[in-house]
T-cell receptor, first 115, second 114 residues
Framework: AQSVAQPEDQVNVAEGNPLTVKCTYS??????LFWYVQYPNRGLQFLLK??????LVKGSYGFEAEFNKSQTSFHLKKPSALVSDSALYFC?????????????FGSGTKLNVKP | EPEVTQTPSHQVTQMGQEVILRCVPI?????FYWYRQILGQKVEFLVS????????KSEIFDDQFSVERPDGSNFTLKIRSTKLEDSAMYFC????????????FGPGTRLLVL
């Protein structure tokens, strides 16, 4: 079965410090992995994706994610957090058995960046 | 930059009533989706739609749900007889159609069934 786990409900970090939001996955076949961010009362905004190629993927707003096949992880990172990064972050994996690309989402991690 | 739009942003309805949630996907996209997020829970897949028919649906998507693309731009989700447990945020998404391509999500409709 395809699934995604985000082990932390909440991550707290001080502004200017590096941040990591964790995601692990379980898929059949090659994983297509995505990160989305949700600000209050807003939809899901695409941040970045891994399909193939370099394990370090760069995305919007200075975020990056590292694909680690041996650890089945796709952690989201940013070298220096901003207060405006405070939001809910979702990891998602494409269902490799689906011809129509449905996504499975993690439970979300709330990122709090304190000034 | 093109966006997926959804209307209304909020809807309150009585149990047993029909609701229609509307979405305008990005214009050159071919695949359309509905997901829902019950408060405090995961975003869950409901249904995908391609070439004017349902291509895939989850077990949540029972006979009370239907989708339609009535014209070239709108994509609707109808809940025939709402239940309390249908209260959730409903997200529409679309993608161009290439393998691995990103799904772009709308801002959501918050449905409250009383």
């Amino acid at each position: 079965a395809q699934s995604v786990a985000q082990p932390e409900d909440q991550v707290n970090v001080a502004e200017g410090n590096p941040l990591t939001v964790k995601c692990t996955y379980s898929v059949s076949g090659n994983p297509y992995l995505f990160w989305y961010v949700q600000y209050p009362n807003r939809g899901l905004q695409f941040l970045l994706k891994y399909i193939t190629g370099d394990n370090l993927v760069k995305g919007s707003y200075g975020f990056e994610a590292e694909f680690n096949k041996s650890q089945t992880s796709f952690h989201l990172k940013k070298p220096s957090a901003l207060v405006s990064d405070s939001a809910l972050y979702f990891c998602a994996v494409r269902d490799a058995l689906s011809n129509f690309n449905k996504f499975y989402f993690g439970s979300g991690t709330k990122l709090n960046v304190k000034p | 930059e093109p966006e997926v739009t959804q209307t209304p942003s909020h809807q309150v309805t009585q149990m047993g009533q029909e609701v229609i949630l509307r979405c305008v996907p990005i214009s050159n996209h071919l695949y359309f989706y509905w997901y829902r997020q019950i408060l405090g829970q995961k975003v869950e897949f409901l249904v995908s739609f391609y070439n004017n028919e349902i291509s895939e649906k989850s077990e949540i998507f029972d006979d009370q749900f239907s989708v339609e693309r009535p014209d070239g731009s709108n994509f609707t989700l109808k809940i025939r007889s709402t239940k309390l447990e249908d209260s959730a945020m409903y997200f529409c998404a679309s993608r161009v159609g290439l393998a691995g391509e990103t799904q772009y999500f709308g801002p959501g409709t918050r449905l409250l069934v009383l």
